[in-house]
T-cell receptor, first 113, second 111 residues
Framework: DGGITQSPKYLFRKEGQNVTLSCEQNLNHDAMYWYRQDPGQGLRLIYYSQIVNDFQKGDIAEGYSVSREKKESFPLTVTSAQKNPTAFYLC????????????FGPGTRLTVT | EDQVTQSPEALRLQEGESSSLNCSYTVSGLRGLFWYRQDPGKGPEFLFTLYSAGEEKEKERLKATLTKKESFLHITAPKPEDSATYLCAVQARNAGNMLTFGGGTRLMVKP
């Protein structure tokens, strides 16, 4: 089955530690995205990538970093510089960068204490 | 700045009681408006894309409509399994492939 996988589903970290969230897709999509969702709020874009080895900042990129070394993979690192990292993180992909619907993965819930 | 406002924030319906969810938007040139369904603890699931005013799309008990300022998601004779959060997002012509999401409407359908 084609789709987007995110791992792990739940992640716990101590404050001050960097943590990397995994996102893999086998849909052969060019574009990939990372969103953050806080309780009762809409999704906010962190980073997106239109093609391998290229990515752009979204609305809330501070304290996060990404890489896109392979078409299938777009990992997100939440650094210790992110002041409020506890949230639900969603990865998405679309067949091409523009004018196409985005398909979402199941999400990773990160809790930092 | 592109803005999307969804109302109400929460909606409780009895099974079979039809209603509508609203998505008001302000965007400098709409490329597309998207509706998603999100179950608790899961990623959003795509429902519809609307491109121009007057357009309508249907799927089972759901019907989405679009005007120049807002979109409605009409739910006809809802069932408990329709309970979820419904998200609206817009893509502006000058925003590349970025979506702006509303805060969502949490729908609860009681049997």
């Amino acid at each position: 089955d084609g789709g987007i996988t995110q791992s792990p589903k739940y992640l716990f970290r101590k404050e001050g530690q960097n943590v990397t969230l995994s996102c893999e897709q086998n849909l052969n999509h060019d574009a990939m995205y990372w969103y953050r969702q806080d309780p009762g709020q809409g999704l906010r874009l962190i980073y997106y990538s239109q093609i391998v080895n290229d990515f752009q900042k979204g609305d809330i990129a501070e304290g996060y970093s990404v890489s896109r070394e392979k078409k299938e993979s777009f990992p997100l690192t939440v650094t210790s510089a992110q002041k409020n990292p506890t949230a639900f993180y969603l990865c998405a992909s679309s067949i091409a960068p523009f004018f196409y619907q985005q398909y979402f993965g199941p999400g990773t819930r990160l809790t930092v204490t | 700045e592109d803005q999307v406002t969804q109302s109400p924030e929460a909606l409780r319906l009895q099974e079979g009681e039809s209603s509508s969810l609203n998505c008001s938007y302000t965007v400098s040139g709409l490329r597309g408006l998207f509706w998603y369904r999100q179950d608790p603890g899961k990623g959003p699931e795509f429902l519809f894309t609307l491109y121009s005013a007057g357009e309508e799309k249907e799927k089972e008990r759901l019907k989405a409509t679009l005007t120049k300022k807002e979109s409605f998601l009409h739910i006809t004779a809802p069932k408990p399994e329709d309970s979820a959060t419904y998200l609206c997002a817009v893509q502006a012509r000058n925003a590349g492939n970025m979506l702006t999401f509303g805060g969502g409407t949490r729908l609860m359908v009681k049997p």
